[in-house]
């Protein structure tokens, strides 16, 4: 008990310091978002909190805010600002993160897909993400991954993308991998990261060196055919997911799996053309981005996710992530989503509420790429604080939407925001839960 607390109050202050360190990034902020920024900094005083002391102060800034965003004239609680990405328009700023199910069958998405991503549509988000979905069948993670390298995935996807669309404002973007060095392992909730007993498949990556030494399976080393291989798999998903009717597509360059394992210095030690600086080992998840920016609409917007730290010795620097980050916008990535870890099995990461926050923070207002934030974003005040602040232009928010669907209506009923869309037959429930919560804001609790 003790220990969380100290180590509540240690993130509060790491938060406060890189803030005044940092302050450069900020200046160019309106003074009011400044304030703000400055304000909740620690990540321990958010918005609810800053209304509490000065109501003014928060009126003026959600008024501010909500002018920005194509001219509304009254000031609105910041995560249900709508926000424009090329052609796609979002209702609010919160995304379902991307979260793996391993109910595929031979990669194919079944009633529960249809079930899972249906419901978290008509749960209010703006924005629902696919699970990492495979390019191809050795680019899976696990037997359960769903992929899409034939017409058949593409039917099954193109019906969960039609009754998303036919049954909420949410829009569902496709989230594209391959596993490389942690492909053929066990499901999720089995030994995850473990081998297969059985049935494995080869294993690619840029070097040949197995994630969990001596147990997982030694990969062999990408040669220029497999990768040219590899990169018109992620052209054919592409190509499948915009005739799927997908709203927008994200690459997976994180969590060590085949993008993310050439990014970093822990995982590729190349010595050819794709190992070594940070420009080398950027190369091919370059030449797989701009491949697929090329076959992807034009008016449908693309992201990247990245893991911006490995926290551990000898893996990604601040400069690098910087440097990763402007050579992924300037190759068509609109938007970039900032996760963190998992490239190697040492890693050492810090946890805390809003852990990563700061990381997307980095990269959009140093790096200048507007930024999706996720990890440990749980409740809605969390999302008030960060889109206020500028620390990210959305929130992705992963197990909060395992437990409760309805994250997001339940959160408006509980702010008092009634212009929330509810599907026609749960109405019922909006008025019972907005009643509810405008009784308790007066302390009608009996
Ligand atoms: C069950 C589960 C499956 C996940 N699968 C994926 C995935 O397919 N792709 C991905 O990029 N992240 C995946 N993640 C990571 C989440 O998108 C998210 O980054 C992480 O859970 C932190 O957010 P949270 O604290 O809101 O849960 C998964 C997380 C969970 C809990």
Known sequence: MHSVEAQKLQNAARNRM???????RYESMEPLQFAYSLLSGSQRIGHANLKLRDAGFIDRI????????GGIARPLPPMFLPFRLRGMQLANRVVVSPMAQYRAVEGVPTDWHLVHYGARATGGAGLVFTEMTCTSADARISPGCTGLWNETQGAAWRRIVEFVHASSPARICLQ???AGRKGSTQLGWQEADHPLSRDNW?????????????ISQVPREMTAARMEAVKNDFVRAATLGAEAGFDM??????????????????????????????????????????A?????????PLSVRISACDWAEGGLREADVIVIARALAAAGADILDISSGQTVATQQPVYG???????????????????????????????????????????????????????TLAAAAAQGYAEQW????????????????????IGDTV
């Open 18 to 24: 890189e803030w005044f360190e940092n302050v450069a």
């Open 62 to 69: 959600e008024t501010r805010l909500a002018a920005k965003c």
């Open 176 to 178: 594209l991998g391959h």
């Open 202 to 214: 080869p294993l690619w990556a840029p070097s040949p060196l197995p994630y969990l030494p001596g």
């Open 249 to 290: 597509l994200e690459l997976h360059m994180a969590h060590g799996y085949l993008l993310a394992s050439f990014l970093s210095p822990l995982t590729n030690i190349r010595s050819d053309e794709y190992g070594g600086s940070v420009e080398n080992r950027l190369k091919f998840p370059l030449q797989v981005l701009r």
């Open 292 to 300: 697929v920016r090329a076959a992807w609409p034009a008016d449908k």
């Open 353 to 407: 509420r809003m852990w990563q926050t700061p990381l997307a923070d980095l990269v959009r207002n140093l790096g200048g790429v507007p930024t999706i934030a996720v990890g440990n974003i749980y409740e809605a005040d969390h999302v008030n604080s960060i889109i206020a602040a500028g620390r990210a232009d959305l929130c992705a928010i992963a197990r909060p939407h395992l437990a409760n669907p309805s994250w």
């Open 422 to 441: 509810w599907p026609e037959p749960y109405q019922s429930a909006k008025n019972q839960l907005e009643r509810a919560a405008a009784r308790a804001a």
